[in-house]
């Protein structure tokens, strides 16, 4: 039992990595209907230079505010220059060319920092572990990540909501030609809306950075996970990623560690390792498959 | 007209020579290696034209593509391996045993390379756009995790073989003799394929990449042809993958990554769309490419990162397309 | 004599709050051209996209030949006879004229499987194909790219492809829309000389064309059919005139 809260926890942990990943990945897709395979480099590029920073200064939260803006810059400095020419192409010009995006920051990153992972301490006021409940220890820095998970859900929320932004770009998602029939610059609103994903992106690869190893490719990693995050939760639709970012992360948690014990009531329990291993590692994209079969668009289609 | 079609003659005529050419060139001036870079730009261009064909021709964008080539590997590299033990692949319900026989592993690999296409294939096709592309891309993922748990079979180091697959009457430890069967099967495959889309199937294909809702209307089952089309596209790639496991005798998940059906699309538009022989000069490129800057440096990706945008945002047509002049694709 | 060929009982539609489609009752005889108007906004290609099956009705059932339909898919319907012809037209745009009207005849032939025998070389298709070629007048077009034609003569190839298919029911949705004076007589002719031959469901905004050409008119408004008579009655009815008093037109 209190095993399992400790698992629902890191479940919960690593949905809202996800939701940081997705919700401005699903902006990005519903709004201007593009396919950036890029996404993932935003988070990479976040955690290279927080890490950097917070190595060279101790500081954990000067490394963050380096990293936001730097990664937001390259990001809109990208959708500036490339990605601004794909909207009006079709989907498979904008995978090639975000794939050749990949190949570009991967490989600067390897010229800058090398092949070596860089290794990021988490800081000491966030060390250590609380007791939830009696017998129940957690990292606060993992209490930390889920608590701006929350705050951000709730600061979308509030934006989407409440401000005029907010409204201009769901609206933007749901109808653009009306959009900028209003009077809207759809071009900065396409801008910033990109700056506004990439820096949740960043975000994700900073506070992922004191857990996993910082080097090359942890961006693709995710970004796969965060792909079947969106199609689960309905392309477009930031209720659907938080949707879809805590089910897949729960799901690919509780499996991870139940699924063999589950299996050893079947089967013998070698057998059940390796099959519990290899279904366990399957399970979220076998809970893709099936919400697709059942609803092809997602669960929260954004445009009906 | 005429010209166009004298033109794509000529480039294919060409292409065909210097592909025959090639082994008693690479032996005459002692480059032997250009002899394995060449089969594996036959096998890639396999793949890559077997990409085309649901992707330039049926307008399905698959980012999952070299799961197929994993799978046709795989099973040829298990068959084998169980060959090696001499244990049973399967016991239950009837014995199933290894072999290196090809008469009898590669339509084997083939068909459960088809057989896994069929069935992500009928749930991929319920979806669209965008969907599609990342339903395909999550297939491949699941399937490159399957094979990473399967520590049996090497998990991610891979499974090494120990030689090539016997086939009758040749012998395909001879880099020669491979190289001549993959440059045989990929020219049955395409001329198979030229037919494919020249026919009335091909047609019906065709008009669903450009509207599928119309093909619809006028009463075909648009689903079912594009299921066929897909199934048979990933028969092939995993034709190709079992060719590539013999050539390198060696086959590991990384084969499966989406980066490396993110590589096959990318032949794919280096050569040209809908064109069936443009994806093999768009393998011979990008293998080539990669070869030559390897040499000079090893960051070469932060090279080919940048072509590949500017090909896209400026160079749509492919290398084929400016081969054969306007016309020569497609659209 | 006559026999009902498409009957739709009270078919119903809303998307979100906006009811488009409220009891949709129509019923057409075999070899009639039954024209469907009604002001902006009444419903009327939602209509049709009920009728073809590109849209799934909320509640009601459609009938052909007696048939229950309600739920066959888009292709199966087709099949059964319901070809269409589309207001905004969708044809093939990097086919040539003639490969799209071998795409329909195919379609009707039941020949899109074969997968080795060259389209090309296929003699009873081209034939069949360069026959609807000529007849919408369009042979000295045959080989332009569909992308490539004007607006009338599109409209022309999107009747081609929907006759192609030998259908025992066409549904025109706006084929006049667009068209100058000499387009409109060129296609009311055409119409006209298929009548008889097939039966049509015409949706059209020129009322000119539509009491000159239909045999019988359904008058839609806010979704629901509040009138079906002749073309003569239907100019005196008054409940008609209300609803076009009413409406933008």
Redesign the interface.
């Known amino acids: 039992m209190l095993l399992f809260i400790e698992q629902l926890l890191n479940g919960l942990q690593l949905g809202v990595m996800l939701f940081l990943m997705s919700a401005g990945l699903t902006l990005v897709?519903g709004i201007m209907q593009v396919?950036n395979?890029a996404h993932g480099s935003f988070y990479m590029i976040g955690a290279y230079v927080a890490a950097t920073v917070a190595i060279r200064s101790g500081s954990f939260l000067l490394g963050m505010a380096v990293a936001l803006p730097v990664a937001a810059a390259v990001g809109m400095l990208m959708e500036l220059t490339?990605l601004r020419?794909?909207y009006k192409?079709?989907?498979?010009?904008q995978?090639?060319?975000t794939?050749?995006?990949?190949?570009?920051?991967?490989?600067?990153t390897?010229?800058i920092w090398g092949r070596q992972p860089l290794f990021m301490d988490v800081p000491s006021w966030l060390g250590g572990a609380v007791e939830l409940l009696p017998g129940v220890h957690y990292p606060v820095y993992r209490l930390a990540i889920i608590l701006v998970g929350i705050f951000v859900a709730l600061f979308l929320y509030l934006l989407f909501s409440r401000t005029r932004l907010g409204m201009q770009i769901r609206a933007g998602a749901s109808n653009r030609e009306m959009v900028a029939a209003l009077g809207v610059n759809i071009r900065l609103l396409y801008t910033l809306v990109f700056g506004l994903g990439t820096m949740l992106a960043a975000l994700a690869g900073i506070m992922a950075g004191p857990i996993l190893a910082v080097e090359v490719g942890m961006g693709?990693s995710i970004l796969?996970l965060t792909?079947?995050v969106?199609?689960i939760g309905g392309?477009g639709s930031v209720r659907g990623a938080l949707v879809g970012a805590l089910l897949v992360g729960m799901v690919d948690t509780l499996g991870r560690v139940y699924l063999p014990d589950i299996l050893s009531l079947l089967v013998s329990s070698a057998t059940a390792d390796?099959l519990g291993?290899?279904l366990a590692?399957?399970s979220v994209?076998?809970l893709?498959?099936i919400v697709?079969?059942c609803k092809?668009?997602?669960l929260f289609p954004a445009q009906? | 007209m005429g010209t166009m079609c004298n033109r794509k003659n000529i480039f294919n005529g060409l292409g065909l020579l210097c592909f025959l050419l090639l082994p008693p060139f690479a032996i005459q001036s002692e480059q032997e290696y250009l002899l394995s870079l060449f089969t594996r730009i036959l096998i890639y261009g396999l793949a890559a034209a077997s990409l085309d064909l649901i992707l330039g021709f049926g307008g399905m964008v698959s980012l999952g593509h070299a799961v197929f080539m994993g799978i046709g590997g795989y099973s040829v590299g298990i068959l084998a391996f169980h060959s090696y033990e001499s244990l049973p692949l399967l016991s239950w319900p009837f014995v199933l045993n290894g072999t290196e026989n090809a008469l009898l592993a590669w339509p084997f690999a083939v068909l459960v390379a088809a057989l896994f296409g069929i069935v992500t294939g009928a749930i991929c096709l319920r979806t669209k756009g965008m969907h599609f592309i990342m339903i395909t891309l999550a297939f491949a993922q699941m399937a490159y995790y399957f094979f990473v748990s399967l520590t049996k079979y090497g998990g991610s180091d891979g499974l090494s073989l120990y030689n090539r697959s016997v086939f009758p009457a040749l012998n395909l430890g001879s880099d020669i003799s491979f190289y001549y069967l993959c440059l045989t099967i990929l020219l049955v495959f395409l001329i198979i394929a030229n037919r494919l889309v020249r026919s009335h199937f091909g047609r019906v294909l065709s008009a669903c990449r450009e509207n599928e809702q119309r093909v619809q209307v006028l009463g075909f089952a648009s689903y079912r042809y594009k299921l066929a089309c897909y199934t048979f596209s990933a028969a092939t790639a995993g034709l190709a993958g079992v060719l590539l496991v013999n050539q390198a005798e060696f086959i590991s998940p990384g084969l499966m990554h989406w980066t490396k059906s993110g590589e096959l699309m990318v032949m794919v538009l280096l050569g040209g769309m809908g064109t069936l022989s443009g994806p093999v000069l768009g393998a011979a490129t990008l293998l080539l490419m990669e070869d030559f800057l390897a040499m000079y440096t090893e960051h070469w990706m932060i090279i080919l990162g940048p072509f590949l945008i500017f090909v896209v945002l400026f160079a749509k047509r492919g290398l084929y397309g400016l081969l054969m002049g306007t016309g020569g694709n497609h659209d | 004599m006559t026999e009902t060929l498409l009957k739709a009982k009270n078919l119903c539609k809303h998307f979100g709050a906006l009811q488009v489609c409220r009891n949709f009752n129509l019923q057409i005889e075999r070899g009639e051209l039954h024209a469907l108007i009604g002001p902006n906004g009444a419903g009327k290609t939602t209509a049709l996209d009920l009728l073809t099956g590109l849209l799934a009705p909320d509640s009601g059932t459609l009938l052909l030949n007696g048939r229950d339909i309600t739920k066959t898919s888009v292709n199966k319907r087709a099949r059964l006879g319901l070809a269409r012809a589309f207001q905004v037209t969708s044809l093939f745009n990097s086919f040539s004229v003639l490969d799209n009207l071998m795409l329909a005849v195919q379609a009707q032939q039941g020949t899109g499987t074969h997968f080795w025998s060259r389209a090309a070389h296929d003699r009873k298709l081209v034939a069949s194909a360069t026959s609807f070629v000529e007849r919408m007048g369009l042979l000295d077009r045959a080989t332009v790219l569909a992308g490539n034609l004007s607006h009338g003569e599109r409209r022309q190839l999107e009747m081609g492809m929907a006759l192609a298919t030998k259908p025992a029911m066409l549904l025109l949705d706006e084929p006049m829309a667009g068209l100058g004076p000499g387009g409109t007589l060129k296609l009311s002719e055409l119409i006209s000389s298929l009548k008889g031959e097939v039966t049509i469901l015409m949706v059209e905004h020129d009322t000119h064309a539509v009491f000159a050409l239909a045999d019988r008119i359904s008058v839609l408004v806010q979704g629901e059919v509040v009138a079906t008579d002749t073309p003569k009655m239907i100019k005196e009815n008054k409940l008609v005139q209300a609803a076009y008093l009413g409406g933008a037109k």
Do not use: K
């Not at chain 1, 192409?89 to 010009?93: I, V």
């Open positions: 897709f396919i395979l490339i020419r794909l192409r079709d989907h498979l010009d995978v090639l060319a794939f050749g995006l990949i190949f570009f920051f991967n490989e600067l390897r010229i693709e796969i792909f079947v969106i199609v392309i390796t291993a290899s590692s399957m994209y076998i893709m498959a697709l079969t092809p668009a997602g009906s």
